[in-house]
């Protein structure tokens, strides 16, 4: 499928699909993004805000998707949406932890390391699927984020197994932050309200089958490192593929427009 | 092709080979791959490249470069710039002048037909030496890689591998 010959409700439905895609990576590439300076040591500062720059890339490809698709441009859509707008999953937008980047920044290194090594998992599975994708113009771009996205998670696999099978204080941080991150989970892995039709337009494979897929990785890897698996992940905050949201996302978006929002029709 | 279009195909290469990757001053676009297809039609040049990473903020400098330089050729008036996804650009379309010039920058080239999970093969770009060790497999930019040098005892980077996935 191209552009030209999307149906009406096609559309409606690769356009719920490619938000929900280009604000899961845009969020966590936020919430990367200020633990720079901040990281465990200086390689994995570097490493980490290389992961994210890489990320905002991926969510600056779907936002041109969409621009393509007629959404309008792709910097206004990233910066001028209100938060009942995205349809990133709730999880993908809570705050590293106490503070600020600027102000006693308290962040919760495990929570990090869980959320980003789970949505990896997840992000690889989901890009699996789009390389085959019947829009063509997804299924490429997912080609090339492929790429970039294997160091990713290769980076996450690594901090997590160590972390699991480290001290006991790691250990334990590890297994609580799991739990937090199990509660909300859910989120990502669901395709919204639109679901039945992205599937039956062929843009992606059927959620059931991808969270299978997900539960069965996780499942195994938590096992390797002694952890037992908790059930199915829930969705206890809401589901952000509806547009809702907590007041995370509204600071999340605030601060990363402040200077796009300050004067939109100048060139950034 | 007519001799004319064919020299002026000729010029605009030539103009595409001094458009340098901002961040590797040494290597052209050219040496990294990025050119994919380059179409003269009377005075108007349309070219798409291939980007390296999609979160690479070279990508627009690139992107005005080859804008710059070859509506600066003698008788083109304007050229389109395009970014393409298909063909995947992967470090295999690095050229032979290219990893040369690569080197000389104090960047190990890609070992050439990576196949994506495989241990890598780099050695030390001053001495040769295979006797180094990784130390960041991210680096300052989203294409290198960190390496140590146990032989000459140099810090040194690396393109890191990219590969088609399918």
Redesign the interface.
């Known amino acids: 499928m191209t552009q030209e010959t999307l149906k009406p409700l096609e559309k409606k439905a690769l356009i719920e699909l490619l938000y929900q895609l280009a604000d899961d990576d845009f969020l966590l590439a936020f919430r990367g993004s200020e633990w720079l300076g901040l990281a465990p040591h200086i390689e994995e500062d570097v490493a980490f805000s290389s992961i994210s720059q890489d990320m905002m890339g991926h969510a600056n490809l779907y936002y041109n998707l969409l621009e393509n698709l007629g959404e309008g441009e792709a910097d206004r859509i990233a910066h001028l949406r209100s938060p009942d707008q995205f349809r990133n999953a709730i999880i993908l937008e809570e705050v590293n932890g106490p503070g600020t980047y600027l102000k006693e920044p308290d962040y919760d290194w495990a929570f990090t390391v869980v959320r980003n090594y789970f949505y990896a998992v997840h992000k690889h599975i989901r890009l699996d699927s789009l390389r085959h994708s019947s829009y063509e113009p997804l299924a490429e771009a997912a080609r090339k984020i492929m790429t970039e996205q294997y160091y990713h998670l290769m980076h996450w696999e690594i901090w997590f197994k160590q972390l699991m099978t480290s001290t006991d204080e790691a250990t334990l941080r590890m297994t609580e932050a799991i739990q937090k991150v199990w509660r909300d989970f859910g989120g990502v892995l669901t395709l919204g309200p639109y679901y039945e039709d992205i599937v039956k337009a062929n843009f992606i494979d059927d959620e059931n089958v991808m969270k299978k897929r997900w539960n069965n990785k996780i499942e195994a890897v938590l096992k390797e490192v002694g952890a037992s698996y908790p059930g199915e992940p829930r969705m206890e905050r809401g589901n952000g593929r509806n547009g809702v949201h907590t007041e995370d996302l509204k600071q999340a978006t605030a601060t990363l427009s402040e200077v796009y929002a300050t004067n939109p029709s100048t060139g950034w | 092709m007519s001799e004319l279009k064919s020299s002026m195909t000729d010029s605009v290469m030539d103009a595409l080979g001094d458009v340098k990757d901002p961040e590797i001053a040494s290597v052209s676009i050219l040496d990294l791959g990025m050119v994919h297809e380059v179409d003269v039609t009377d005075d108007k040049v349309r070219i798409s490249v291939l ?1 390296t ?5 070279a990508l627009h400098i690139i992107e005005r470069d080859i804008k710059k330089a070859i509506e600066n050729v003698e008788g083109i008036t304007s050229a389109e710039v395009k970014f393409v ?2 063909p ?1 650009w ?1 470090t295999d379309r690095i050229t032979a002048e290219g990893r040369e010039r690569l080197k000389e920058f104090g960047i190990s080239p890609p070992p050439a037909n990576h196949v ?1 999970g495989e241990p890598w093969e780099i050695d030390c770009p001053y001495c040769g030496s295979t006797y180094v060790t990784m ?8 294409c290198r890689s ?1 390496l140590y040098c146990k032989s000459c005892k140099n810090p040194f980077e690396a393109m ?1 591998p ?5």
């Open positions: 980007p990473f999609s979160g690479c903020p996804f298909t995947s992967t994506m130390e960041n497999i991210f680096g300052p930019t989203a960190i890191k990219v590969a088609d996935m399918g």
